[in-house]
């Protein structure tokens, strides 16, 4: 199911809305790529693409931490560093198979999907409040 970019995911800050517009869009992509044409390099490139723009916004949204001195920047590091660690065992799981299975796209829906919706709504909201003050 693809993610929609409404209020509930608005933080307030400009530079993180922006980047959380391109990152869902690209996860959009992942989810989409899976379910149509269900073809390994297409899940690939996507994963990819997914996973060049996910170093660039989280290394952006550290910086900006720790510009501001936000005192949970280590917290939020460790939940950066276990999605990027969830994203690669997808990344091997996909190599493994012939193509994105079942069993690939229900951790794609849990480990990316919710997984960001949630970090979003829960810890990025608490990083642009602090920052935007
Ligand atoms: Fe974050």
Redesign the pocket.
Known sequence: MSIVFDKDLETGNEL?DGQHKELIDRVNRLVESCTSGKEKNVAVQTLDFLMDYTEL??AA??KLQEEAGYPELEG?KA??AQFKKAVDELREMLEEEEGPTDAFVAAVNKNISDWLVN??KQ??KK?AAFVNK
């Open positions: 993180i916004h989280f949204e550290e939020h939940q950066h970090h979003i810890s990025d990083v």
